[in-house]
């Protein structure tokens, strides 16, 4: 499948780069074969260069077409084509002279570039490889006689013991090794930089919407307040006349949500507070126990089944207002998907809490787990939307983590870890 999008990822970059790399090299070398042949002849196999240079020409428009297409470009990949072009240099160069040609150090080329993109063992082979060829070249090659090394004083043919031919070998090994340390170390830091650069504008962005989400989550907390407040004077009222026991039992389902809706809001608050709140500790088991009547009271149709770790230690810790509405958030996301059929499975220790939650839903595409931490609202009621976001992003605040994954079976499989805070035993 070709590839038409606008946003090409970097390794199809670096790999383009390097065919017009190849092109402009493949011109050089047939201008070179045409100065040498028609202006000032040596000795060339001119036919097998030619052959050599037109075969490699037809690999570089293969690997052209291959950066067009779909599938991705792998650093194994990229690796490989390095691997080629020294192949093609050493062809061209064992029928010019080997080591005794003035291109040799063109070697260096394919090391700089995977210095800059690839990662250190990969570089260090297309070094060894680059100095392995040359090595090669230097006792092993086509002699050109304009190339060869001069006689010495006593007209005796130094040949390969030449000091010129061996101080250019040294001077390519060093220089490669050089390359490949420093370059290496420059390009490492350089995407060590970036890849925090990145975090840091993807952290600020996600403040800035999360800033945005709270104020309207205060403003909408200091809406909600006088209506609740009316109601609950108006259920008041009818709880204090005269009712058919099925209306009592209403306006009495009535007045908890109503007390719930009162809880949640100063949840809201406090959690949105810009002052931080002492948090006082608490059994993990009364917690979890909270949690979970909780959920079970404001979501009266779901049927869960809840496995808690017999061998949970009994300990208190510390946690956030907001930890709870996240993780509600979450057990409400499944209930949303699958009402009928939940398992929640809780443990923890005395590092962490750990939280699964599997339902039996239509679980999660493709799409919806690239945009997990975003604020991606959802045309469904209870989707993986805004909740899920927040949920991740306070959870995340205080080191947890939240992953989700499509579960054997189909639905969908929610884990949660949360470190304890200020663990002590009870």
């Not at 949690?291 to 089944?305: A, C, G, K, T, V």
């Not at 054997?408 to 009870?426: A, E, F, I, K, M």
């Amino acid at each position: 499948m070709i590839d038409t999008s606008t946003n090409i990822s970097a390794a199809r970059q670096n790999l383009r780069r390097l065919i017009n790399i190849r092109y402009i090299a493949l011109v050089g070398q047939g201008l070179t074969l045409f100065f040498f042949t028609q202006i000032y002849p040596l000795e060339l196999p001119v036919a097998t260069i030619a052959y050599l240079v037109l075969f490699f020409a037809a690999v570089t428009a293969l690997t052209q077409w291959r950066s067009y297409f779909s599938k991705a470009i792998s650093e194994n990949e990229f690796f490989g084509h390095l691997l080629i072009d020294i192949i093609a240099l050493t062809s061209v160069m064992y029928f010019s002279g080997g080591a005794t040609n003035p291109f040799i150090s063109y070697y260096l080329v394919p090391i700089s570039i995977a210095a800059i993109t690839l990662p250190a063992p990969m570089t260090w082979g297309v070094t060894a490889a680059s100095l392995l060829a040359y090595s090669g070249l230097v006792f092993y090659h086509h002699p050109i006689a304009g190339l060869a090394p001069h006689l010495g004083h006593d007209g005796v043919n130094l040949d390969m013991s030449n000091l010129h031919v061996i101080g250019m070998w040294v001077n390519f090994a060093l220089s490669a090794g050089l390359i490949t340390y420093f370059v290496v170390g420059m390009a490492n830091a350089l995407r060590k930089q970036e890849a925090e650069l990145t975090a840091q504008k993807e952290e600020q962005m996600q403040d800035e919407q999360l800033l945005a989400i709270a104020t309207q989550a205060a403003n909408a907390a200091h809406e909600l307040g006088t209506p609740l407040n009316t109601m609950k004077l108006i259920i008041d009222n009818i709880k204090s006349s005269p009712l058919s026991e099925a209306l009592n039992k209403d306006a009495g389902i009535l007045d908890q949500q109503i007390d719930r809706c009162h809880k949640t809001l100063q949840n809201l608050v406090r959690a949105a507070s810009i002052i931080e709140e002492h948090e006082n500790p608490q059994l993990v088991s009364s917690y979890i126990d909270e949690l979970l009547n909780n959920w079970q009271l404001i979501r009266p149709e779901i049927n869960p089944h809840i496995e808690i770790d017999r061998n949970n230690p009994a300990i208190t810790a510390c946690f956030h207002p907001s930890v709870q509405q996240s993780l509600q958030n979450l057990l409400n996301n499944a209930a949303d998907a699958s009402p009928q059929q939940i398992e929640v499975n809780i443990r923890w220790n005395r590092q962490e809490l750990q939280i699964q939650i599997r339902d039996h839903g239509t679980g999660i595409t493709a799409e919806q787990a690239e945009k997990m931490g975003r604020p991606t609202p959802s045309n469904k009621p209870g989707g993986l939307g805004i909740g899920l976001f927040l949920s991740h992003s306070s959870l995340n605040r205080h080191g947890g983590q939240v992953k989700l994954a499509n579960a054997d079976g189909g639905g969908l499989l929610t884990s949660v870890l949360l470190p304890l805070r200020n663990v002590h035993s009870s």
